[in-house]
C-alpha cells in the first residue's frame, strides 16, 4: 500500500519533469532544472558510498572531471561530430570513472579510518586537477579544450542535454532504490552504524565499501560528461572543482544522507537556489556569503537533513497515536532522536 | 567428546602490556563452557583473538582443526564462529528486523547486489525475534531499544548464520534479573539445540548455573579450568580474584 | 649540485613555516576529531590581517602579530563556540561541512574586501637577503624558521608541561575516559580551537610574506595542509613537523632539479603511496578496532 503510493508519487514526479520543458520552453528554465537533474543523480550516486555507508567522500568531482575529459578526447581524437552519438560517447564516461575508482578506491579504503579517507579523497581531487594542468600534451592544460557542438538551434538546444540528464537521473535513482533494497545495501547500511560489529555477523565490509565506491563513480562520470558536452569547454578548475564535491555533500545532506529521496531534494533545493544566487549577487564574493550562511543556518537547525526530520516526527506523532488508541501498552522506543529516523 | 575451538599458546601485546601471555584452552564440542577471570585478565581480548579482529602476536587458534588466526571477522563467522559484544553492538539505525536480516547478506557481493532478502528469510528472522521475545519491535529503529532488549537482539541477530560455536562477551551485563534468567534460559535451550557456547561472566550464579566447564584466566593466561565445583573449590581461583 | 642543496636549505627554513601552519589543523583534529577544511582561509585571514596592518597603518608584520594573534584567537574562539560545538552526531560529516561554509564565507569577505589581486606582505627583512655558502635567501625565511621554532615550542611546553596540556593529551587519548575523570572537554575543545587559530595568524603572517596570495589560495593550501597531517600521522604534532620538512623540501628539490610544474603532483602522489604501505601516517597510531 505505502509502497504502491511511493511508485505513484515517482511516477508523477517522472511525467511532470517530462512535460516541463515543453511547458517552459525557454533556456532559463530547461537550463536551471537540466542541472537540478544532473545533480540529483550525482548527489544519488555520491550517496551509495557516502550516505549509505557514511565513507563522506570528497573527491567525487575527480569522476566528474574525468568524464568530461573523457568526451572531450574521444571526441576529438575519433573526429566525432556534436550530434546524438555524443551522448553515446559520454557513457565512455562512466566507464573511465570506474576504471580510475578501483585503484583509487582500493588504496582509499585501505586507510580505514573515515577521517584519513575523507583526506585522501580530497587529496584525490587535487591531483586531478594539477594532472589536468600539466598534462599540456594530453588535455591542453590550462587554456581546456573544446567539445564539438550540435547544430540544434534556439531553444531547442537544451532539449537532448535536458532529456539526457532526466534519463541518468531517472536511473541513478533506481540504481540507488536497488540498491537500498538488495543485500548489500544492507550490508551497506550496516557498516555505516558499526563496521566492526557488520564484519563480525559475516558483512565483507573491505568487498562491500570497494564495491560501493567503484558503482558510485559510474553514473558521475557519466554527467560530468554530459555537463562538458553541454557547456562546450571544459577547463581543469572547472571540471575538477572542489565546489562539485561541496554541492554534492551538501545536497545528500540537506535532503538527508542515506535517504532515497533526500539527494533529489537536495538537488532541486540547491541547484536553483546556487544559480539564483550567482545570478542575483553579480559580484562575486557575496554568492560565497550567502551559500556559506545559508548551509551554516540549514546544518545547525537541521542536523539530520530535511527527509529524516520528517520521517521522525511523523513516526513520533504515530507511535504517539497508537499508544492512545490501544489498551495493552504498545512499545514506545524511547524518544532518542540521535538513533531515531531510519533510513527510507 | 572432541574439542571444537583450541586456543593454543595466544600471545598478545598492546605496547607494554601483554594482554595474552601464552593462553591455552579447549572447548568441547556441546559443552557450555564459561570463561571468568578479574577485570582486565584478558578474557575479551582473547574473543577478539578468536574471532578475528584482533590478530595474535603468536599461537594457534583453531575451529574443527582449521586453524583460523589469520582469517578475518567475516570469514570467521562464515565458519560458523560468531560472537556478542561486551557493550552491546547493533546497528541503531536499522529496524529491529533488518538487524537480524544483515547477517544474512552473504559476503558475496555479486550476489548480495542482485538479491533480496527472501520471505522464507524474513520469516526466519522473525522466529527468532519471536524466539527472544522482541518480534512486536520488529519495526522499531533498533537504537530506540532498551539495554536488555538490545542484548536478546544481539543474540537473536547472530542465530541466523546458524553458528555452531557461539561467544557471549557478558550477555548478563547490566540487565535485571529476570531478563538475566530469560538470557541464561534461551542459551540453555540452544545447547540443547546442539550450540557450543563459550561465554564470558561476572555474575558467578549465572556461571555456576548454565556451565558444563569453567576456565579461569587471569593476567593472560588461564590458571584453572574444570567443573563448577571444581573450580569453586580452587584456592588459586580465589587468590587470582583478591590479588587482582 | 649547489642549487639542489639551496633548495633543501629553502626547503627545509618554508617546511618550519608550513608545520606552524599545519599544526593547528593537527591540533583541532586530535581534540575535538574535527578535520577543520577552514585551516587554509584561516591562514590567509592571518596573511590579509597582517598586510592590512602593514600597508594601511604601516604596522610591522612581526609586531603585528601582537594584534593579529589575539584576534584569530577569538575567531576560532567564536567558530568552536557557535558552530562545532552544537554538533552531537554525525560529527565527522557536518564538521566538514560546518567548517568549509566557514571557510566560503571567509573566503568571500576577503574577497570582497581586497579584490581579487595578488599581495604580498612587505617588511624590510622580506626584502633583504643573506648570503649563505653563495646562497641567496631572504631575511623573512629566517627569521621565519626561527619563529616557527619557537612557537612550536612554546606548544610543546603548553602539551607536556603544563595542567591544560595534561588535560589536553587526555582528551586526545581518550575522549570519554577523559569526560569519566572530570576533564571539562568542552573547555579543552574550545580553547585548544581557538589556540590553534591563534598561531595560525603566524604561519599566515610568514606565509603571506613568502608567497603571494589572494583569497582562492585557500583551496591551494588547505590541499597541502591536509596532506602534511595524513603523512605525519593525524593528531601527532612531531608527525606535521616532520611531514612538512619532507614536503617543502621535495617540492623544492623537485622544482629545481626537474620541474617546478610537478613538484606538488609529486609531493600529492609520494604521500598517497606512504598511505599504501603505512595507511597510518609515518607517526600515527594505528587506528584500534573499537571492540
Ligand atoms: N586495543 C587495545 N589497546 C590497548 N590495550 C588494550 C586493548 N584491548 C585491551 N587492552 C588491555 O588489555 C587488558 C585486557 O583487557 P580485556 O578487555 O581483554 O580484559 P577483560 O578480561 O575482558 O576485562 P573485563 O572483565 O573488565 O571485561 C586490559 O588491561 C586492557 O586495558
Ligand atoms: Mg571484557
Known amino acids: 500500500m505505502k509502497r504502491n503510493r511511493m511508485g505513484l508519487i515517482a511516477l508523477i514526479a517522472v511525467v511532470a519533469a517530462v512535460v516541463y520543458p515543453f511547458v517552459f520552453s525557454s533556456t532559463e528554465a530547461t537550463t536551471i532544472v537540466f542541472y537540478a537533474l544532473l545533480y540529483v543523480a550525482i548527489a544519488s550516486s555520491w550517496n551509495i558510498i557516502g550516505g549509505f555507508t557514511g565513507y563522506i567522500s570528497l573527491g567525487h568531482a575527480a569522476f566528474f572531471g574525468l568524464g568530461a575529459y573523457t568526451i572531450a578526447l574521444v571526441a576529438d581524437h575519433l573526429g566525432i561530430p556534436g550530434g546524438y552519438g555524443l551522448f553515446l560517447v559520454a557513457l565512455l564516461g562512466g566507464v573511465v570513472a570506474a576504471l580510475f575508482a578501483v585503484p583509487m578506491g582500493f588504496i582509499a579504503l585501505r586507510l580505514r579510518t573515515i577521517h584519513s579517507f575523507v583526506i585522501v579523497t580530497i587529496a584525490y581531487l587535487f591531483m586531478f586537477q594539477l594532472l589536468a594542468f600539466n598534462l599540456l600534451g594530453v588535455t591542453n592544460g590550462s587554456s581546456g579544450l573544446a567539445i564539438p557542438q550540435p547544430n540544434w538551434s534556439g531553444a531547442f538546444f537544451n532539449m537532448p542535454f535536458y532529456f539526457a540528464a532526466l534519463v541518468l537521473a531517472v536511473l541513478t535513482v533506481l540504481l540507488a532504490y536497488w540498491i537500498r533494497n538488495s543485500r548489500f545495501g544492507l550490508g551497506l547500511l550496516a557498516i555505516r552504524d558499526d563496521e566492526d560489529k557488520a564484519a563480525g555477523v559475516g558483512v565483507d565490509t573491505w568487498k ?83 551559500f556559506g550562511v545559508l548551509f551554516l543556518v540549514v546544518i545547525l537547525l537541521m542536523p539530520s537533513g530535511i527527509v529524516p526530520t520528517i520521517v521522525e516526527r511523523t513516526r513520533r506523532a504515530r507511535v504517539r497515536e497508537a499508544v492512545q488508541k490501544a489498551d495493552e501498552t504498545v512499545p514506545t522506543p524511547d524518544a532518542n532522536p540521535a538513533a531515531g529516523g531510519g533510513p527510507r | 567428546m572432541s574439542a571444537v575451538l583450541n586456543v593454543q599458546g595466544v600471545r598478545k601485546r598492546f605496547g607494554g602490556l601483554e594482554a595474552l601471555a601464552g593462553c591455552t584452552f579447549a572447548v568441547e564440542e556441546g559443552s557450555i563452557t564459561s570463561l571468568i577471570g578479574p577485570n582486565g585478565s584478558g578474557k575479551t581480548t582473547l574473543f577478539n583473538t578468536v574471532t578475528g579482529f584482533v590478530t595474535p602476536d603468536e599461537g594457534e587458534v583453531s575451529l574443527r582443526g582449521e586453524q583460523i588466526q589469520a582469517l578475518s571477522p567475516d570469514r570467521i563467522y562464515d565458519r560458523g564462529l560468531g560472537r556478542t559484544f561486551q557493550q552491546v553492538r547493533i546497528f541503531s ?76 562477551d557478558e550477555p548478563a551485563g547490566g540487565v535485571n534479573p529476570t531478563m538475566t534468567a530469560q538470557i541464561g534460559e534461551k542459551i540453555r535451550e540452544l545447547n540443547q539445540r546442539g550450540i557450543t557456547f563459550l561465554v564470558v561472566e561476572h555474575n558467578m550464579e549465572f556461571v555456576m548455573g548454565i556451565s558444563h566447564r569453567v576456565v579461569v584466566m587471569a593476567r593472560g593466561k588461564v590458571i584453572a579450568e574444570g567443573s563448577p565445583d571444581e573450580v569453586r573449590r580452587d584456592p588459586k581461583v580465589l587468590e587470582a580474584y583478591l590479588g587482582a | ?39 587554509g582561509m584561516l591562514v590567509v585571514v592571518g596573511a590579509y590581517l597582517s598586510f592590512a596592518l602593514e600597508s594601511y597603518w604601516h604596522i610591522d608584520p612581526l609586531l603585528g602579530l601582537l ?57 624590510w627583512y622580506v626584502d633583504a637577503a643573506i648570503n649563505v655558502f653563495g646562497l641567496y635567501i631572504a631575511d623573512i625565511y629566517l627569521i621565519g624558521f626561527a619563529l616557527a621554532i619557537v612557537l612550536l615550542g612554546a606548544v610543546y611546553l603548553l602539551l607536556y608541561r603544563s595542567k591544560f596540556g595534561a588535560a589536553l593529551r587526555a582528551t586526545v587519548q581518550n575522549r570519554e575516559a577523559a569526560v569519566l575523570i572530570g576533564i571539562d572537554v568542552q573547555r579543552i575543545s574550545t580553547l585548544t580551537f581557538a589556540i590553534a587559530t591563534g598561531l595560525t595568524a603566524a604561519g599566515g603572517m610568514l606565509f603571506g610574506a613568502t608567497t603571494a596570495f589572494n583569497a582562492n589560495s585557500m583551496l591551494d593550501l588547505i590541499s597541502r595542509l591536509l596532506m602534511i597531517i595524513i603523512l605525519g600521522g593525524m593528531g601527532s604534532m612531531g608527525g606535521a613537523l616532520v611531514a612538512s620538512l619532507i614536503m617543502l623540501v621535495s617540492v623544492d628539490v623537485v622544482s629545481v632539479a626537474y620541474t617546478p610544474t610537478w613538484s606538488t603532483f609529486v609531493f600529492f602522489a609520494l604521500t598517497v603511496v606512504v598511505m599504501v604501505v603505512r595507511p597510518q601516517g609515518l607517526f600515527g597510531a594505528p587506528p584500534a578496532r573499537k571492540v
Open chain 1, 208 to 290: 562491500h565499501k570497494f564495491a560501493a565506491y567503484i558503482i558510485s563513480a559510474v553514473p558521475i562520470g557519466i554527467a560530468g560528461a554530459i555537463y562538458a558536452y553541454f557547456s562546450s569547454y571544459i577547463y581543469p578548475q572547472t571540471v575538477f572543482d572542489p565546489m562539485i564535491d561541496l554541492t554534492i555533500v551538501l545536497s545528500a545532506f540537506l535532503g538527508g544522507m542515506g535517504t532515497l529521496l533526500g539527494p533529489i531534494l537536495g538537488a532541486f533545493i540547491l541547484q536553483p537556489a546556487q544559480q539564483l544566487l550567482t545570478f542575483y549577487t553579480g559580484a562575486a564574493g557575496w554568492d560565497l556569503v550567502l
Open chain 2, 93 to 168: 539505525r536499522l529496524t529491529v528486523l533488518e538487524n537480524v536480516l544483515v547477517a544474512t547478506s552473504r559476503s558475496s557481493v555479486i550476489k548480495g547486489l542482485l538479491a533480496r532478502t527472501r520471505q522464507s528469510e524474513r520469516d526466519r528472522a522473525m522466529d527468532l525475534l519471536n524466539f527472544v521475545n522482541i518480534a512486536r519491535l520488529a519495526d522499531v529503529p533498533a537504537g530506540s531499544l532498551s539495554f536488555g532488549q538490545k542484548k536478546l537482539l544481539e543474540i537473536a541477530t547472530i542465530l541466523v548464520g546458524e553458528p555452531k560455536v557461539l561467544l557471549l
Open chain 3, 1 to 39: 649540485m649547489n642549487l639542489v642543496f639551496g633548495s633543501v636549505v629553502l626547503g627545509i627554513l618554508s617546511g618550519g613555516i608550513y608545520a606552524l601552519m599545519a599544526v593547528g589543523l593537527t591540533l583541532s583534529f586530535g581534540v575535538l576529531e574535527v578535520i577543520n577544511i577552514a585551516q
Open chain 3, 67 to 123: 594584534i593579529t594573534i589575539p584576534t584569530l584567537f577569538l575567531l576560532g574562539f567564536g567558530i568552536e563556540w557557535a558552530f562545532l560545538r552544537p554538533l552531537k552526531q554525525d560529527r565527522v560529516a557536518l564538521s566538514i561541512l560546518v567548517t568549509y561554509a566557514v571557510a566560503l564565507i571567509l573566503e568571500g569577505l576577503m574577497g570582497l574586501w581586497f579584490g581579487d589581486n595578488f599581495v604580498a606582505i612587505h617588511a
